[in-house]
């Protein structure tokens, strides 16, 4: 094996060669933490991160490797954790200086599932303020003057560098497919409930949800499968029966498609429709059938729901530190919580009902299809660290809570990837995979690591 190019391993690739003791957990953590040396001063992906630490952890995966013990699907894999995500032992910072020096007592469920696969956090990874819309420091790997989307920043951008084969974010508006398609790796948020949130700061309950990073489908697959933990779903999993499988494979047959536009379709830039409708004409060429429709009207006013629920819910959530910690919280965090405190409980469940009944409208509008497929994002990264973009076409997948995942499809006229959406049914995350791996490979963008 190359050692140079150790950190570029997938996943799946790198799980393999430890569990076959072709690679040791050692090397590999050693060969990502060089990488994090060369490049982590210009990209900036990690709140924090302990090198002495990490060495510990894959000797110690090495070590038991060595025992014969029964080893988990990620034995010795170290993997990047959004830094909402509660982490027993390591700092969690949410975003914000009012949680400097946060040490919780205990790991949120996902991350407890993580490290019972045999994975352990190499670094916890920069969110946006709360995972709102304040940026932290981190600046996309393929050009550092442009934004790495968010909230999620740090998740997708280490995993674009090469830092870790994968990691964990969570969405509640764009917050993994944005950073995703922005940095041009695999981001895939499963259908809303299959990844436990406990332990996980809250934004909006009813919209937030877990997501992952990878640079390839199968990878994606592979570290949600063992977050949701099919064999032990707690309280939190959604409906009985629904799987995320641990392996995909492309289906036997072309997938039926439709390329439906949304209520924002017009905020796409020219560049960003000309790659989409060129992408439609490849899996075209490539046997797909794809019907180009408009959403249905009502889907007009579900941008307004998901604002409705996001703003007071989030206000909810944040009133208390809102009283005491106002001038230490961002204008836009500010701004927010004081929208949502006049959104009263009746208005907030009204737009609940419309949640409800957008999610069941879209199920049906699906049945006819193998997935809906659509832009990530408006278009390449825009240029700046003041913001995070436009995350208007993630919105109306993440207010229905139905699995999404975006590829990595090619780059815009300034050099910076783009990406391909795609949407299912709730609970239909094992056809949605498969129908992504096709698409993906039937592009075929090969380059999945900036620099």
Known sequence: MNTSSIYGLGLREAARSIHKGELSSEAFTRALLARIAGHEETVQAFQWIDADRALALARRADERRRSGAPLGPLHGIAIGVKDIVETE????????????????????????????????????????EFAFYTPGKTRNPWNPAHTPGGSSSGSAAAVAMGFVPAAIGTQTNGSVIRPAAFCGVVGYKPTAGLIPLTGIHPFSPSLDQVGVFARNVPDAALLAAVLARQDDPGPDAGRTGAT???????????????????????????????????????????????????????????????????????????????????????????????????????????????????????????????????????????????ETGNPAFCTIWSLCGTPAITVPTGQGPQGLPLGLQLVGPRFADERLLSIAKWCDEAIGWPKRIAG
Do not use: C, Y
């Open 244 to 386: 995320i499988p641990g392996d995909v494979a492309p289906p036997s047959d072309p997938p039926r498609l439709v390329a439906a536009r949304s209520p924002v379709w017009h905020l796409a830039d020219a560049s960003a429709r000309e790659h989409f409708l060129a992408l439609l004409q490849k899996l075209r060429a490539a046997g797909a059938t794809i019907e180009e429709i408009e959403l249905p009207r009502p889907f007009e006013r579900a941008h307004d729901a998901h604002r409705t629920i996001m703003v007071a819910e989030g206000a909810r959530i944040f009133a208390d530190l809102h009283r005491r910690e106002r001038k230490r919280l961002s204008g836009r965090l500010n701004a927010l919580i004081d929208e949502g405190v006049g959104i009263g409980e009746s208005l907030l469940a009204r737009a609940l009902t419309e949640k409800d009944r957008f999610a069941d409208d879209l199920d049906a509008f699906l049945g006819g299809f193998d997935a809906l497929v659509t832009p990530p994002t408006p278009g390449q990264a825009p240029a700046g660290l003041g």
């Open 89 to 128: 032992g390591i700092p969690t910072a949410m975003g914000s200086s009012l949680f400097e020096g946060f040490v919780p007592v205990a790991s949120a469920t996902a991350l407890r599932r993580l490290e019972a696969s045999g994975a352990f956090v190499l670094g916890k990874t920069v969110t946006t």
